[in-house]
């Protein structure tokens, strides 16, 4: 992506974390650019979105985001553009084709053929290509006028993984009625077919993003395999590992079977190798249902989990003594560990957007995680993780398990009226208000001494007694503006504990 | 069908303005009190809307006091005939509801008339008090009347 493209992004990604307007120069600020570029991105936006205005000005308050149709263009956005491929599309297309058909080489002709590009572009595409293919450890090889990727197969694979777009999908439900994603759709009910097996016969579920990571891990073996059939790896895995894993009695099965099947498929023999590698996809999946327990943790994880919630606890000053996430975290860091020892990577599609919203968290994150790979021996944990990581505390925090409910009286002029009608409401809003009781405002006083704990007062009507409790004055509507300044307060009164 | 209910339906209203409105609750009141005793009533009332607005959803009001005054209890709806301009701020009123508690009323009648006033706070029987028939509005309060 072009540093143009992530500017836009991170400019919408921004407004859209901001309910008001915000101002040229703070976004001038923030994308660390001129207030001339600002004008110019938004214009861009603004003139590049299907109907109205992306983003609405108003004179001296700046900009804000039109929320519905913000989301309406992040829809319209993803459509493909058919014939028309930025130079990054061009490259990843042809190291699609070549990746999938590895160690075969293919004619460069045929390759740029439907491009329209000249020597000289093809010339430089090769190098960025082969640049591209280097951090994969795969070589780019040119014969006469033939390209081949050479490599490992595992490298190979991850390649596929990363380069190929369309695995960027989030609702693998999408993947069956999805015209736009151009997967081979007899290939699609198959794997599908085949994730629903595993999870029947382990009893469990796989959720997003594990079960994308599978399919893909399958459709990609689908792609090779049909393009090579003859072709042996060279990889091998050791005794060792293939001992361990005919151990892990039900994972084993169940890879071996879901391979079985797939050969019936292909109608072709898969080598041994194929059940190890989907063996390693299983591990490093995270699974919910009766193995999302605490007992089937090793020590490891255990220690693992503790050491993220305390440096966590540390960096972003909470007290987090709740059982509830340390079980959630842990069945999350099993899953990860293993995939950092088979280097497996998740791609986390929400990046970009998790990095702008829990900035703090985040960055918090990646400090543990440093110190985390330094203590446990562990290779370095990578932003997707990360990312992951930070949605775990970030709904704690948000979810304020963190935080016991505050106690709250309700209040109006009978105790029975607005009240009532406000308890009702505001207890389905707000569940970290824990409402002691409804009261009418002239027993004020022995309400007072009657519930002495009490954090909050919320009231439907005006309290003249001064009195020492936090109140908020809120119309029986509950408003949205009503609900802002009741977070804000509830905010006020989590920072004062 | 009203007799010996907590709940009093004027189905249609013509009443048009807050002062008749308010008139007509401290006449409900307390039917047979002195003039006096009225207008401490509509008094209560009036401080009751300066102290917070009486607005709960779109189109509804929800005045409610507590006066030794009171005689017995109630809940009074009134869907209007005509939609309604009640002050400066608050215009379009097509339904009031006025609740009237009686000074130290028993534990069973409030928890009633609390079990109703919680009932308004899911917006789809609001919409369907504001828009319905007669008849209909009639089996929507009783519905709610078996409930609490």
């Known amino acids: 992506m072009s540093s143009k493209d992530n500017r836009e992004q991170k400019l919408l990604l921004f407004l859209s974390k901001n309910q008001d307007y915000v101002t040229a120069e703070d976004l001038a600020e923030i994308l660390q650019t001129s207030k001339k570029t600002v004008y110019r991105l938004i214009k861009k936006i603004n003139d590049e979105s299907l109907d109205d205005s992306l983003i609405v000005s108003e004179k001296g308050r700046g900009y804000k985001l039109d929320y519905e149709k913000f989301i309406h263009y992040q829809k319209s956005n993803k459509k493909y553009k058919e014939d028309d491929f930025s130079p990054d599309e061009r490259r990843k297309r042809i190291m699609e084709e070549l990746l999938l058909s590895s160690p075969k080489p293919m004619n460069i002709h045929y390759l740029f053929n439907d491009y329209y590009v000249g020597e000289s572009v093809i010339f430089k595409d090769e190098q960025l290509m082969s640049e591209e293919l280097k951090k994969h450890n795969l070589i780019l090889e040119r014969k006469k006028r033939t390209l081949a990727i050479l490599g490992e197969e595992v490298n190979i694979r991850k390649a596929i993984k990363e380069i190929i777009e369309i695995f960027n999908i989030i609702d693998i439900d999408d993947l069956k009625s999805n015209q736009e994603l151009n997967f081979n759709k007899y290939d699609v009910l198959v794997i599908l077919d085949q994730l629903r097996n595993i999870e029947k016969d382990l009893n469990i579920t796989i959720p997003y993003p594990y079960n994308v990571n599978i399919f893909s891990h399958l459709y990609i073996l689908l792609s090779r395999s049909r393009k090579n059939p003859a072709f042996i790896f060279t990889d091998k895995v050791s005794n060792e590992k293939t001992e361990n894993m005919k ?251 | ?94 339904m009031i509801i006025a609740i009237l508690l009686k000074k130290g009323e028993e534990e069973a009648i409030k928890k009633k008339m609390a079990g109703f006033t919680r009932s308004l706070a899911d917006e789809d029987y609001v919409e369907r008090l504001l828009n319905v028939e007669e008849i209909e509005f009639h089996k929507e309060i009783i519905k709610i009347r078996e409930e609490s």
């Open chain 1, 247 to 497: 151990k892990d009695f039900d994972f084993y099965q169940v890879a071996k079977s879901t391979i079985h099947n797939i050969e019936k498929y292909l109608n072709n023999a898969l080598p041994e190798i194929e059940i190890y590698f989907l063996y390693q996809y299983l591990v490093s999946s995270r699974m919910q249902g009766t193995l999302d327990t605490t007992s089937t943790l090793s020590s490891r994880v255990i220690q693992v989990t503790k050491a993220y919630i305390n440096g966590m606890s540390t960096r972003i000053g909470i007290n987090i003594d709740n059982q509830s996430i340390f079980v959630d975290l842990a069945n999350h860091i099993k899953p990860m560990l293993n995939r950092l020892e088979h280097s497996i990577r998740v791609k986390n599609s929400l990046l970009s957007q998790i990095k702008v919203t829990y900035e703090e968290i985040f960055s918090s994150v990646k400090n543990v995680s440093e110190f985390i790979s330094e203590e446990f021996n562990l290779p370095a944990i990578n932003d997707d993780e990360n990312g992951f990581i930070t949605l775990y505390f970030a709904k704690m925090i948000e979810t304020s398990q963190h935080q016991h409910p505050i106690k709250t009286l309700i209040m109006c002029t009978t105790g029975i009226g607005t009240s009532e009608l406000l308890k009702a409401k505001a207890s389905k809003k707000f569940p970290e208000l824990e409402i002691v009781d409804v009261v009418a405002s002239r027993n004020m006083q022995a309400y007072k001494e009657k519930y002495s704990n009490i954090e909050l007062i919320l009231s439907t009507v005006h309290i003249e007694d001064n009195i020492s409790i936090p109140y908020l004055l809120v119309s029986a509507m509950f408003t949205i503006d009503d609900q802002k300044r009741l977070q804000r307060k509830i905010e006020e009164i989590y920072h004062e504990r």
């Open chain 2, 1 to 94: 069908m009203n007799d010996n209910s907590l709940f009093q339906i004027y189905f249609d209203s013509d009443l048009e303005t807050k002062e008749q409105v308010y008139d007509f609750i401290s006449e409900i009141a307390c039917a047979h009190a002195s003039f006096q005793q009225k207008q401490d009533i509509i008094h209560q009332l009036n401080e009751r809307e300066k102290a917070g607005s009486p607005l709960i959803a779109e189109h509804v009001l929800l005045p409610h006091i507590e006066s030794e005054h009171v005689i017995e209890s109630q809940i009074i709806l009134f869907r209007l005939a005509k939609p309604m301009h009640w002050d400066e701020t608050i215009e379009d009123i097509r």
